[in-house]
């Protein structure tokens, strides 16, 4: 049974819904339309009255998931796409990332972002907003990156009783496949996706892949490039990065955000200040670049990291 | 008659409201002692208690806002918290880390608002919406209120919208004071009155006399009554006029001295006790006794909460998440 | 009469519109040659090119919305200009940056939508109070437009009721094809109709049925002569049908086969055409000959495009900002 | 004539009224009252119909700033509280801040956030979002530390024809005096603010001064720290940052915001990756706790860094 990143998505919903009668699902054309991208496909028909199709109000529909949890339930919220959750921001940052710190009531939502680019989906449908959320106190920032991932982070997300924001990324959606979904692996640990003892790469979510076939290309040099595979980024498992930097000595951060500020940022500001000693070379970092995410296909590819680009960062990092 | 008690209850809690905003008034004025800004409610009492009345402690969900003192004391709040959070002592529902009008106490119901006006109309309705959901929804009913100036924000409207289509029991009070901070209503909306905007979201509206006690009382008799009878958000819309600065900051001097607001400017204290007494429903003894109550309640609260620690920075556990294991260690 | 005239443009607008949106669909369908989602508006022609028809490209302000491509020709948009945003070629208004429904050509007061729904209004709003702080208002009009799901929006809410403070010249077109992607209705509002709105903004509203050309026209001519004559803004309510999927990805299969869109479901280009014959203003042959003629140009303009460069990264200064000195020299 | 940060506000926006007849003012109460800190105070008096009370509309008025700046105006939108500006977040980064880049009509508009933490002002009256903004392609994000800097800064931005996100710090409003503007400094430049040579702390806004202090405090052990006040976090001037270290071998940054990523973390990247050669210790960096900001004064000082542990971490520093 080959089992797809997207459906690892809708076999999780339901589950928690299954296992748990105050789980429920609120989202745009989610109920019986089963989402823009089928991600609650016949969840609305499997789970009568717990799965509803929400008017276009991403400020009220994170409002009232605080609510509901604030009462018990278990809300899971679908954006139909990651970049409109900047219109539920407020809402996030400020209504249900304080609530637990302000009043001592946790605040189990589940906050569902399609995030990533994919070809042809332009500035906003595109957007990966990690880094935007990690930054605030509150939150936890999960970014699987794999169809297990997918299935036991979504999961145990619904069971954190903390808000959490689940970047699920639109390019995996069709193209992953696994024949199962494994074991569970603890939120906030990284996982070594690939050993190696010549350089690290960190990074997260679609750019895994990236890295691993860049990591490929690498290995035909004679170079064995070690791949860490952050899963949370909030929290960050700085234990492994660092564990994984003191084998080889060398460090490149991927990400598909933008440039400035963020995950990639944020790894290579930890692994200097705490294990500058451990650092042969200067740890390098590859993001999208510092423009809106592109339309067209070609300038699409040309503006989030690939591997191509990957390979030649790790090989000028490997020449250092 | 149960009217007759009802106002009686309530005028207690306007009493009760005005008593201890003054002393939070005055120690502000005095300096030193209350931690963050004071905004008054003085002049909605009468609105804010009419709606508190009607919710039960522990039962019902409230999410009252900036002048909702006298609603919160209404729907149960001990004064005590009150002053507990305005003196920025850790024993008060904020345990000092947040303030003020912000507090509340979400695991009975009783919503803590954020700044951003409107964002907690949803809250509400959400709370409402699991309780449905859970089967446990009965006669529960849910408010919250939001002023002139907060009918502007898009999250007003996306919430209310929402309650509205999933037809949830929540009665929405509308504090029309004429004023948002400085901003007269006329560069806040165009239409004739707020209240105008309840066909448009197919919800029953009501507009009242924000200075008429019982007036209020007989509005939010009908809308509670709808809301918990099924017919989904009840929106109240009071006429009034903010009796003070925004805060206790504000001198309000942009307010003209015009005929314009003279009836939204009577102060519904003065006029619910003088209609107590019309009605042969209280003397001039028992209110005063009301008040002599009322102020030593709050010298007892104050006196109380005076005594109480403020936070310790390094007994404070620095943790936003409820979850320990998903903490980070930063900064430690 | 003028009637006739506006009427028999309008109509070969709509003819225009459906012309080249088939042939997006067409494309789209075969795969390989358009770049992102396509999105039509099918259905839609006769309220959208009746909004648009009242609008001077160069003079007027329009933030066109998703299914507005009719109204985009009728206010002036070359049909070259689509094809070359479909094509995703660098020639377009939008550099194969942005595309499809989001193209269009600021610097000419017409505005380039963004997705986030609502978030257009204002920024029409801001063009015209800009024109008459520079005492250039003149006769100037904008439009915009929205569906049933966007009235949902904060922002919808902000700007319509900021454009109505600030009483600018705006028509504001509510195209409710009954659907918001999969969405019904009853799940995005709870009013009866979404006119009953316009009273709580203070603006003036219209409810009109979106399949009849004629009924559009003149709805739209008061609704544009009484935003120009300083009414401030209007609201037009269309009632139709989205006749085909929410994007060409998509069958629609969730609109149910009942007689309750039976009237909203008519072709408003068939009932055009059946009108324009029965009121005696234009021939079977005549109206024949412009959907010839619209094939023509919609092939001319196919046939442009395709020969002109799709972008190339290299060539692309990957600025975000336009003043150079300010752009970071980040992953250079 | 002694000016205030506020005046300096103030006086900038009176001379941007005077020189340019397309500048117009839009926020909540900013009109007769002044605004709620009088940054505004008066110019609806001197410029009649030039400056309007907005409803409480954070997300229409950006919205509507961007639609004027279209049509040639320059507008200068005032958010009563940083914190607010979540509300009109979406408009910011996906309205203003593509539209040149999508259309390549440029967006002139200024966004004054009053930021920064005040004792006794809560989660929701203190925050500090230039790290949000930052990470978003096609804005400006300037942090003044100076009443200079607050004049010719704010004067500049309405010039620039790129949306600016001003971030004025509100504790520095009335306690921060000047004898009159000095001379203007370029914009994306940053500045010695104190030279020295054994370390550098890099800050910016509020921090610079208690980092002052620090250096000050220092000084009496021996050392001599530069600090360099960034005044821009973007663009970030990092060629000054990185000729500093080249000199001190030693970085601390400092930045009131939250903790995970931003201004901090970019800086350490950038040092880090750049010029990681010139480092004899590992970067440091200190940043407010990851909770929200405390309302109460006692819990407020311990959540933001102060001189003292700007000090601390200055001595750790030294010492490796
Ligand atoms: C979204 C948002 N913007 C700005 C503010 C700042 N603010 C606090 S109270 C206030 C005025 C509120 O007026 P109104 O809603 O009429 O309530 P009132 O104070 O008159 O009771 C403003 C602008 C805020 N709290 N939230
Ligand atoms: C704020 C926001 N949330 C979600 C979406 C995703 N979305 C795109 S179109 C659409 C449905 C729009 O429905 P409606 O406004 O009725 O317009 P129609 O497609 O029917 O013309 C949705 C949900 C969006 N564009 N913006
Ligand atoms: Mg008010
Ligand atoms: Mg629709």
């Known amino acids: 049974m080959s089992i797809t990143y997207l459906e690892a998505i809708r076999e999780a919903q339901y589950e928690a819904l299954r296992e748990n009668p105050n789980v429920f699902l609120y989202g745009q054309d989610i109920s019986t339309f089963g989402g823009a991208f089928k991600a609650t496909k016949n969840l609305s028909r499997e789970f009568p009255g717990r799965v509803f199709d929400s008017p276009i109000s991403e400020d009220a529909m994170i409002g009232m998931a605080v609510g509901a949890a604030v009462e018990g339930a278990r809300p899971i919220i679908e954006m139909q796409f990651a970049d409109f959750s900047s219109v539920g921001f407020n809402q996030i940052i400020n209504q249900a990332a304080t609530l637990y710190w302000r009043t001592n009531t946790p605040c189990p939502i589940t906050i569902r972002l399609p995030s990533g680019g994919t070809p042809g989906s332009g500035p906003f449908h595109s957007q990966s907003m990690e880094s935007i959320y990690a930054h605030y106190p509150g939150l936890v920032i999960l970014t699987p990156a794999t169809v297990e991932d997918a299935y036991w982070m979504l999961l145990e997300s619904i069971k954190i009783n903390d808000p959490v924001i689940f970047c699920e990324h639109k390019f995996l959606y069709y193209h992953l496949k696994a024949e199962g979904f494994g074991d569970p692996m603890p939120i906030g640990k990284a996982r070594i996706a690939r050993p190696g003892r010549d350089a690290t790469v960190v990074t997260y979510s679609a750019m895994l892949h990236e890295s691993l076939k860049a990591a490929e290309e690498l290995r035909l040099d004679g170079y064995e490039v070690e791949v860490v595979d952050l899963r949370s980024v909030k929290p960050m498992d700085t234990d492994t990065i660092l564990a994984s930097v003191a084998r080889t000595g060398r460090l490149l951060v991927v990400g598909e955000a933008f440039p400035w500020g963020g995950v990639t940022a944020e790894v290579i500001a930890r692994v200097s200040s705490e294990a500058f000693h451990l650092l042969d070379a200067p740890p390098m970092r590859l993001n999208s670049k510092d423009t809106p995410i592109p339309y067209h296909p070609n300038l699409w590819k040309a503006h989030r990291p690939t591997t191509a680009n990957i390979s030649a960062s790790l090989r000028q990092l490997l020449r250092y | ?332």
């Not at chain 2, 009150?82 to 695991?107: C, F, K, Q, S, W």
């Not at chain 2, 314009?260 to 009605?279: F, I, N, P, T």
Request: aromatic letters at 8%; glycine letters at 12%.
């Open chain 2, 1 to 332: 008659m149960e009217l007759r008690e009802d106002y009686l209850r309530t005028l207690r809690c306007m009493i009760l409201s005005r008593t201890l905003e003054e002393k939070l008034g005055s120690l502000y004025r005095a300096g030193g002692r209350i931690v963050g800004g004071v905004y008054l409610g003085r002049g909605q009492e009468a609105f804010s208690a009419s709606a508190g009345i009607h919710l039960r402690w522990g039962k019902d969900v409230y999410g009252p806002l900036i002048r909702d003192q006298a609603g919160r004391i209404a729907f149960g709040e001990p004064v005590l918290d009150t002053m507990r959070t305005y003196l920025g002592v850790v024993t008060g529902p904020m345990r000092a880390r947040d303030g003020n009008i912000h507090r509340g106490r979400p695991e009975v119901g009783y919503m803590a608002m954020i700044s951003h006006l409107g964002s907690l109309l949803s809250v509400v309705a959400g709370a409402l919406f699991a309780r449905r959901l859970q089967g446990r929804l009965g006669d529960t009913v849910g408010a919250t209120s939001i002023g002139d100036g907060g009918t502007s924000t898009g999250a007003f409207h996306e919430g209310l919208n929402m309650a509205a289509v999933e037809k949830l029991p929540l009665v929405v009070s509308i504090a029309n004071n004429q004023f948002a901070y400085s901003t007269p209503t006329a560069r806040q909306y165009a239409c004739e009155s707020l209240v105008d905007r309840a066909v448009g979201y197919g919800v029953e509206g009501y507009s009242v006399d924000g200075t008429d006690l019982l007036a209020c009382l007989e509005t939010f008799h009908k809308a509670f009554a709808r809301a918990r009878a099924g017919h989904g958000p009840q929106m109240v819309v009071g006429r009034l006029l903010r009796l003070g600065g925004h805060g206790e900051h504000d001198d309000a001097s942009y307010v003209p001295n015009t005929k314009k607001y003279e009836h939204e400017g009577r102060d519904c204290l003065a006029v619910a006790q003088m209609q107590a007494q019309e009605l042969g429903w209280a003397t001039e003894a028992e209110i005063d006794e009301w008040f002599k109550e009322a102020r030593r309640e709050v010298d007892k609260a104050q006196a109380q909460a005076s005594k109480e620690p403020t936070p310790d920075p390094y007994r404070e556990n620095w943790r936003a998440l409820s979850t320990p294991g998903l903490v980070e260690g930063m900064n430690e």
